[in-house]
Each structure stands twice: as structure tokens, then as C-alpha cells.
């Protein structure tokens, strides 16, 4: 009788526990509280940040922590300032912009964690009819420009490296339509590589670029910027962040149809034969970028030095800062 008691209180005790790690498994099976960040882009959503919402459906972002915030952005100098104010946490933007930032009176709080674009995507381009393949070929023509774009700043330092005699040149205000070249208005215009030239190819047209690139203009674009703040006081956070965008555009650039799918699926009015071309020339254009032995997004003394001459003589910026201010490979990984 002894024994059967003893066998039941064992049997109670037993039953107990087991109602107690039912009680509490869920506390245990949580995943860790996810941190809330914003994330703005540079522009308005493209086929080019789909490495971000692919990084977003994927979990890339939730398995560090991080609930991911995107918000579409207004240009890069925009981008520049949401960080300084501390509206936005982390911004995509043209590497131009957050040196001039940074070199402003009073200075944009903003550092550079990485840089994607290692060049300009600029070009002049020309439907092939018109025979400019060299610089010399723009005199007598009519070019279109867009004189508050970055493009068209990178033209300027273009055309005084190659000694381009300007009055020769017929530079047109344009509005940025693609019609100005099918209507013969101008015979070439200023723009970015991935835009307006790939479009046309896809349409069937034949074009002529000049890569400004080709011509020893430096510049680095697209990036990944954060605020001084964040950067000193949450360095956590800031590993977790660039951890996650650079396994999202790893994962991108190696499964571009996965992530054009998804992107897609978040903005199906998006063209998606254009969409499909211009996030394989993105995937393209980095990877051609990145340097032997460096991680994705690896940045260098030389590439920024030749920025800020860049924009020094452009009359951009009128001072230059030491660069270790303004960017940092700390949080890149191999």
C-alpha cells in the first residue's frame, strides 16, 4: 500500500512538471524581441533595392534581430538628411552626396557602413544612327542635360578632363524623356546606363553609350549611410543591420529571379521585362565592382580620395575632411 502511494505522489509530481514546461514552453520558444529599424531608400522602389525586400521576406533581417522598416526615399541628398536628423535610421545614397554631407557647414552627422556601387553608372548615350562613340563626336550635336542631377555634374568634370571644348557642344535642358532621343530633338543625352539605354535596347533600338567611368571619372555611388549617434551607441545594432542587406544582396545577386519575384510581388505595376534587365545589370555592375580578397560593400582611402577630388574641382564642396569622418569597413564581413 506504501509503495502504491509513493508510486502516486512520484506519478502527481511527474504530471505536475509536465503541466509546468507546458505552462512556460511558449515563453521559451519565443524568438528573441526584434528590433524596430527604418530604412530609406534613395529613390523610389526599382528592380535595384529588390535585394532589400527579398532580405525581407526571406527572414534574413529577423534572424539578426532586426524588424525591418522600408521607406521610399526622395534622392540621395534627401536620404542624407533623414539620417542627419535622425528620422530614418539607416539610408541608401550616392556616395557624392553623403561627402558632400559630411563636408557641409553645418556637417551631416552621417557615416558611410558600406559602398555597393564601386563607379558612376553614367553615361551619355546616343541611338547608334547618330555614329558618337567618342567624346569628340558630341561637338555639333545636341545633347540633352538635366542640370540639377548628379549626372550632369559628373558630365561637367568629364568633359574638363577630356578638354572638351564646350562651346561646341549644343547642351539642351531636358526633361528626362526618353522621347526627346526617339524624336531626334537631341542626338544624345546624359543619363544613367541602367535607365534610358536599356530601355531603348529592350524596344529593339541599337545605342551608343559613353561611359563617363571609361574615362577616369571616379565616383563612388550607391551606399549604405547611418547617423554618428547610432553608430557610437548602438554598434550592435549597426552589425546586425549590415549583416543582414549584405547576406540579402549576396542572396540577390546569385538568385536574381527570386528576388525579382518578390519584388514584384509588392509592386506588380512595375514593367517586368525592364525590371528583370535592370536588376541583372545592377547584380552585374557590383559585382564587376568588388575587389579581390575584400567583402561585398568593401571601400577604400583611394576611391573616396578620388570623390572628394571629384567634387572639389566640380566646386561641389569647398573643403576637404579627413576621410576616416566619414566612412568606415568596420562591420563588413568576409
Same mark, same amino acid.
Given at each position: 500500500? %506504501? %509503495?502504491? &502511494?509513493? #508510486?502516486?505522489?512520484?506519478?502527481?509530481?511527474?504530471?505536475?512538471?509536465?503541466?509546468?514546461?507546458?505552462? *512556460?514552453?511558449?515563453?521559451?520558444?519565443? $524568438? $528573441?524581441?526584434?528590433?524596430?529599424?527604418?530604412?530609406?531608400?534613395? &529613390?523610389?522602389?526599382?528592380?535595384?533595392?529588390?535585394?532589400?525586400?527579398?532580405?525581407?521576406? =526571406?527572414?534574413?533581417?529577423?534572424?539578426?534581430?532586426?524588424?525591418?522598416?522600408?521607406?521610399?526615399? /526622395?534622392?540621395?541628398?534627401?536620404?542624407?538628411?533623414?539620417?542627419?536628423?535622425?528620422?530614418?535610421?539607416?539610408?541608401?545614397?550616392?556616395?557624392?552626396?553623403?561627402?558632400q554631407?559630411?563636408?557641409?557647414?553645418?556637417?551631416?552627422?552621417?557615416?558611410?557602413?558600406?559602398?555597393?556601387?564601386?563607379?558612376?553608372?553614367?553615361?551619355?548615350?546616343?541611338?547608334?544612327?547618330? #555614329?558618337?562613340?567618342?567624346?569628340?563626336?558630341?561637338?555639333?550635336?545636341?545633347?540633352?542635360?538635366?542640370?540639377?542631377?548628379?549626372?550632369?555634374?559628373?558630365?561637367?568634370?568629364?568633359s +574638363?578632363?577630356?578638354?572638351?571644348?564646350?562651346?561646341?557642344?549644343? +547642351?539642351?535642358?531636358?526633361a528626362?524623356?526618353?522621347?526627346?532621343?526617339?524624336?531626334?530633338?537631341?542626338?544624345?543625352?546624359?543619363?544613367?546606363?541602367?535607365?534610358?539605354?536599356?530601355?531603348?535596347?529592350?524596344?529593339?533600338? +541599337?545605342?551608343?553609350e559613353?561611359?563617363?567611368?571609361? !574615362?577616369?571619372?571616379?565616383?563612388?555611388?550607391?551606399?549604405?549611410?547611418?547617423? @554618428?549617434?547610432?553608430?557610437?551607441?548602438?554598434?550592435?545594432?549597426? =552589425?546586425?543591420?549590415?549583416?543582414?542587406? *549584405?547576406?540579402?544582396?549576396? !542572396?540577390?545577386?546569385?538568385?536574381?529571379? +527570386?528576388?525579382?519575384?518578390?519584388?514584384?510581388?509588392?509592386?506588380?505595376? /512595375? @514593367?517586368?521585362?525592364?525590371? =528583370?534587365?535592370?536588376?541583372? &545589370?545592377?547584380?552585374?555592375?557590383i559585382?564587376?565592382?568588388? /575587389?579581390k580578397?575584400? $567583402?561585398?560593400?568593401? /571601400?577604400?582611402?583611394?576611391? &573616396?580620395?578620388a *570623390?572628394?577630388?571629384?567634387?572639389?574641382?566640380?566646386?561641389?564642396?569647398?573643403?576637404?575632411?579627413?576621410?576616416?569622418?566619414?566612412? %568606415?569597413?568596420?562591420?563588413?564581413?568576409?
Amino acid at each position: 500500500m %506504501t %509503495t502504491l &502511494w509513493k #508510486n502516486k505522489n512520484l506519478l502527481a509530481d511527474l504530471l505536475m512538471c509536465f503541466l509546468l514546461i507546458l505552462g *512556460t514552453g511558449n515563453s521559451y520558444a519565443k $524568438p $528573441p524581441e526584434l528590433t524596430k529599424v527604418r530604412l530609406m531608400l534613395d &529613390w523610389k522602389p526599382g528592380a535595384e533595392p529588390a535585394f532589400l525586400y527579398l532580405g525581407q521576406e =526571406k527572414g534574413f533581417f529577423k534572424k539578426n534581430g532586426i524588424d525591418i522598416e522600408i521607406v521610399h526615399g /526622395q534622392g540621395s541628398s534627401y536620404s542624407v538628411n533623414m539620417v542627419d536628423s535622425k528620422n530614418v535610421d539607416f539610408a541608401l545614397c550616392a556616395g557624392e552626396s553623403a561627402l558632400q554631407g559630411r563636408s557641409s557647414e553645418p556637417s551631416r552627422l552621417i557615416k558611410v557602413l558600406a559602398v555597393f556601387y564601386p563607379n558612376t553608372p553614367t553615361s551619355i548615350y546616343s541611338l547608334a544612327a547618330k #555614329n558618337i562613340k567618342n567624346p569628340m563626336d558630341l561637338y555639333e550635336r545636341k545633347v540633352g542635360v538635366m542640370k540639377g542631377s548628379s549626372a550632369y555634374k559628373q558630365y561637367l568634370a568629364f568633359s +574638363e578632363k577630356e578638354s572638351l571644348d564646350k562651346n561646341k557642344i549644343v +547642351e539642351i535642358a531636358s526633361a528626362g524623356s526618353i522621347q526627346e532621343i526617339l524624336s531626334g530633338d537631341l542626338d544624345a543625352m546624359v543619363h544613367f546606363s541602367f535607365q534610358h539605354p536599356l530601355q531603348l535596347r529592350l524596344k529593339g533600338y +541599337e545605342v551608343n553609350e559613353i561611359m563617363l567611368k571609361d !574615362y577616369g571619372i571616379k565616383v563612388y555611388g550607391q551606399g549604405l549611410i547611418t547617423n @554618428d549617434d547610432i553608430l557610437k551607441k548602438r554598434k550592435d545594432l549597426v =552589425k546586425r543591420v549590415v549583416k543582414s542587406i *549584405t547576406t540579402s544582396l549576396k !542572396y540577390s545577386m546569385e538568385h536574381s529571379q +527570386e528576388a525579382l519575384d518578390i519584388f514584384l510581388k509588392s509592386f506588380p505595376e /512595375q @514593367d517586368k521585362e525592364y525590371s =528583370k534587365a535592370k536588376l541583372e &545589370w545592377v547584380n552585374s555592375f557590383i559585382k564587376d565592382g568588388i /575587389q579581390k580578397g575584400k $567583402p561585398l560593400g568593401y /571601400q577604400d582611402e583611394a576611391g &573616396w580620395r578620388a *570623390t572628394q577630388d571629384y567634387l572639389m574641382q566640380a566646386g561641389l564642396i569647398n573643403n576637404r575632411i579627413p576621410l576616416d569622418d566619414l566612412y %568606415t569597413n568596420e562591420f563588413l564581413i568576409k
